[in-house]
């Protein structure tokens, strides 16, 4: 039913190919090319050997009238597709699928941003980088937006909010996410936020700092302590130790 579904948000997306001039359906090769990222095919070579190997699978659901596509065709496609439509309907079916988990109404999603490893090929120009959302729960991308190169996190975070289901939710962002615009836009889609502060934000920090400080004064036994939470970990390539 999920690859069902998928095929049919796809069949949505506008061809921007000339009708006389193609042989592939739309449709079918973003199922074919979401289906090889999702299992780690990460360039056009890739997508084209997964779905070679995968034929008997993939011709289950769809026609393929001129067989599976070359790596050029899938480059020219995703070269052409509108990116923002692409999104808006990869982000719809993955919270199709979300509803389909039955998972707890208070997940977290993480925001945090990512520039694209090898994306600066060519001399001079800009890395890409993207605002990610991640659910913690479910493993899984809830979508993600590029960051216009003239701008900034604080102006991408706004807008891959307002594209999520987040009801119930705990969204974290670290302190470049610490805004107000950001804060009320998480708020206006009931959930939850817990924002990084950072020291740069001289007066708010205070105001916090003598906060807490007030609280512990008055409820001791919600004072600092010398008690720990720590995780130690191998990923992306290095051991990472966390201590809260």
């Given amino acids: 039913?999920?690859?069902?579904?998928?095929?049919?948000?796809?069949?949505?997306?506008t061809d921007p190919r000339d009708p006389k001039k193609t042989t592939h359906i739309l449709a079918e090769i973003m199922f074919i090319s979401v289906c090889a990222i999702l299992c780690g095919a990460d360039d056009w070579n890739a997508?084209?050997?997964?779905?070679k190997t995968k034929e008997k699978w993939f011709r289950r659901?769809?026609?393929?009238?001129?067989?599976?596509?070359?790596?050029?065709?899938?480059?020219?496609?995703?070269?052409?597709?509108?990116?923002?439509?692409f999104r808006q309907i990869f982000i719809q079916w993955i919270r199709d699928v979300l509803v389909g988990l039955e998972l707890s109404d208070s997940r977290i999603v993480a925001l945090d941003g990512k520039t694209v490893k090898g994306s600066a090929w060519n001399k001079g120009k800009n890395a890409?980088?993207?605002?990610?959302?991640?659910?913690?729960?479910?493993?899984?991308?809830?979508?993600?937006?590029?960051?216009?190169?003239?701008?900034?996190?604080?102006?991408?975070?706004?807008?891959?909010?307002?594209?999520?289901?987040?009801?119930?939710c705990l969204v974290t962002i670290d302190a470049m996410g610490c805004q107000k615009k950001i804060a009320t836009t998480i708020l206006k889609k009931d959930a939850d936020y817990l924002l990084a502060v950072k020291s740069n934000q001289k007066k708010f920090y205070g105001e916090l700092t003598q906060g807490f400080e007030e609280l512990w004064l008055n409820n001791p036994e919600d004072a600092l302590c010398f008690e720990?939470?720590?995780?130690?970990?191998?990923?992306?390539?290095?051991?990472?130790?966390r201590r809260c």
């Fill in 1 to 13: 039913m999920s690859a069902k579904a998928l095929f049919s948000k796809f069949s949505t997306l």
């Fill in 47 to 51: 997508m084209r050997l997964f779905a």
């Fill in 61 to 85: 659901y769809l026609t393929l009238p001129g067989g599976i596509p070359v790596a050029i065709t899938f480059n020219r496609v995703f070269a052409a597709i509108d990116p923002d439509e």
């Fill in 128 to 168: 890409i980088h993207m605002v990610n959302a991640w659910c913690t729960e479910a493993g899984l991308s809830l979508g993600q937006y590029k960051v216009d190169a003239k701008s900034n996190e604080i102006t991408a975070i706004p807008a891959l909010l307002k594209l999520l289901e987040l009801a119930g």
């Fill in 228 to 241: 720990f939470s720590e995780q130690e970990e191998q990923s992306h390539g290095r051991v990472e130790h």
